[in-house]
Nanobody
Framework: QVQLVESGGGSAQAGGSLRLSCAAS?????MGWIRQTPGKEREGVAT????????YYADSVKGRFTISQDKIKNTVYLQMNSLKPEDTAMYYC?????????????????WGQGTQVTISS
């Protein structure tokens, strides 16, 4: 069983920055951030292999978002820079115990409660 506790998020203006954190308890193979806005499908934003260094990013955030981890703390971070209004969404921390580590939401079998990110123009 994996539990995920998210923090961070909130509101920012376009061009600004925010950082999300997600602490995991339990064994994981991959962790990442998945976002969703009402009426749209979930979008895998960034993922990382928790026992390696491999990362994956959605094309929409490449060059702006960075996922990183503290393996001792079992915590994953998402640094979001150059934020755009279209980044507004509920961001969910997700973990997989099944491997893969791609940005497809269906690969993840544990989910946090979500944290809202709102970017104003």
């Amino acid at each position: 069983q994996v539990q995920l506790v998210e923090s961070g998020g909130g509101s920012a203006q376009a061009g600004g920055s925010l950082r999300l954190s997600c602490a995991a308890s339990g064994y994981t193979i991959c962790m990442g951030w998945i976002r969703q806005t009402p009426g749209k499908e979930r979008e895998g934003v960034a993922t990382i292999a928790t026992h390696g260094t491999t990362t994956y990013y959605a094309d929409s955030v490449k060059g702006r978002f960075t996922i990183s981890q503290d393996k001792i703390k079992n915590t994953v971070y998402l640094q979001m820079n150059s934020l755009k209004p279209e980044d507004t969404a509920m961001y969910y921390c997700a973990a997989s115990t099944r491997g893969g580590c791609l940005t497809r939401p269906e690969e993840y079998n544990y989910w946090g409660q979500g944290t809202q990110v709102t970017i104003s123009s």
